[in-house]
DNA sequence: ACGCTATTCCATGGAACTATGGAATAGCGC
DNA sequence: GCGCTATTCCATAGTTCCATGGAATAGCGT
């Protein structure tokens, strides 16, 4: 195999990162092993055309697929390839104006008053002394498929309903699927106008499987039990 | 700006990476700042059609630009286009097999008896040792604009002419541009035929500038000076 | 075997990317 | 300003990619 055909090959990892809507799937494998039918739904793709993708992905080794019974579940073929996706953010957040500017918008403009962002190591420093509760506000079926310890599951589309299980006065950090996902600002909105004190998680589990961060996979406790 | 809108502009660094071309002319701006010219021609491109790709590089913000005279340099935005690089590759060598095979081909195939893959440790600790002279194959260009310190500039054309520069007794470590650069192979190929003792080293410039190993940029110095 | 569900295969139209030749532009030296 | 060099802009043909609807397939339950 020639030098060009190997940079060719490896094109073809660039190629599958080349798509929005791929990244968005890729993202979505981050947070667990799921049927094409629900990665479809969720990224907004028509079944045939997330199928496509997505084997375009497992051709391109990014993602690996099983069969259960009549389902194909995929999954990402290594916590590597959640480490890809966050340097290439990282690097696009980096060196492209836009991107700095929308992640900065994310951060700031979005972010009601008193709303700090606080990156991984005050979020675990803080969790361990008990001073915050630390809230994983993605579906259910994410949180199951693997979670932050000691965090507590409340989808960011059911917290207003379910506000009482978090005590009054309990200062919450609240974390979603990846750095630019926006369940988590739409929580710590919330429960900001609900009088808590929130605060935004920088990272989310797309870093955290990125860095090995240790996850668990226990069943869903609601805030009351903490 | 939206989630969707957010993850198409970090597809437009995948895009970037997304062809073959254009991977090689960032492993050869990894080397350091060149003129348009220059990389169309080491790349084998029409002049036109590299000047197209860099401009999409410029404008996925992996390179930068800028004019002196009358031609135009460009470079790698920073240190962490060589980290994204490597992170693609090694994704794509653990979980593609035609690219692990290629890679194996390399490493083995090609390599004559008695030649061992050294990692970075090692070099570096039997380098300080004096056990070996750590050969650069490089052009002298490249080597001009960073190399490894102490190392020796004998480009892998010239090398077949100038093996009076090493002493006899020497036994020699090669690198070249990176972990998948083929100039290194034919180095200790011939170096192995006249009877030295040469190693190669696994890695390259790529990945020295991903993981920010200092690099110097101090004259050419030739073997008989070691 | 039959019906049912989930997924993949196939064909198609439209959009985007690649390579290239020729024209246009920027900057240097005289 | 003029010629010269290096690069970019423009137009174009060929190729590949994206999304989609309809048909085909795999597997489960009866």
Same mark, same amino acid.
């Given at each position: 195999m020639s030098k060009a055909e190997l940079f060719e090959s490896f094109a073809r990892t660039?190629? @599958?990162l080349a798509s929005g809507k791929r990244l968005e799937l890729l993202e979505l494998l981050a947070q667990g092993e799921r049927p094409v039918q629900q990665l479809a739904a969720v990224a907004g793709l028509n079944l045939t055309t997330a199928s496509a993708h997505l084997q375009l992905l497992r051709d391109a080794g990014l993602v690996v697929s099983r069969r259960d019974g009549t389902r194909v579940l995929y999954r990402l073929a290594g916590p590597d390839v959640a480490e890809l996706m966050t340097v290439m953010f990282r690097v696009a957040e980096r060196h492209r104006p836009e991107v700095s500017a929308a992640a900065a918008g994310l951060a700031s403009q979005l972010l009601p008053d008193g709303v700090r962002v606080i990156d991984r190591a005050e979020l675990f420093e803080r969790s361990r002394r008990g001073e915050v509760l630390?809230? %994983?506000? =993605? *579906? $259910?079926? !994410?949180?199951?498929?693997?979670?932050? *310890?000691?965090?507590? $599951? /409340? *989808? $960011? %589309? !059911? &917290?207003?309903? =379910? &506000? @009482?299980? /978090? *005590? @009054?006065?309990?200062?919450?950090?609240?974390?979603c699927r990846g750095r630019y996902c926006v369940l988590s600002y739409d929580a710590v909105h919330l429960l900001t106008d609900q009088g808590y004190t929130a605060h935004l998680v920088a990272d989310g589990v797309t870093e955290f499987l990125a860095d090995d961060v240790a996850l668990t996979t226990d069943r869903a406790r609601t805030g009351s039990t903490s």
């Open positions: 660039g190629k @599958a630390v809230l %994983d506000v =993605r *579906p $259910s079926v !994410e949180y199951a498929a693997g979670h932050l *310890p000691g965090a507590v $599951s /409340i *989808p $960011s %589309d !059911e &917290l207003a309903g =379910r &506000l @009482a299980e /978090i *005590p @009054a006065d309990a200062e919450v950090a609240a974390y």
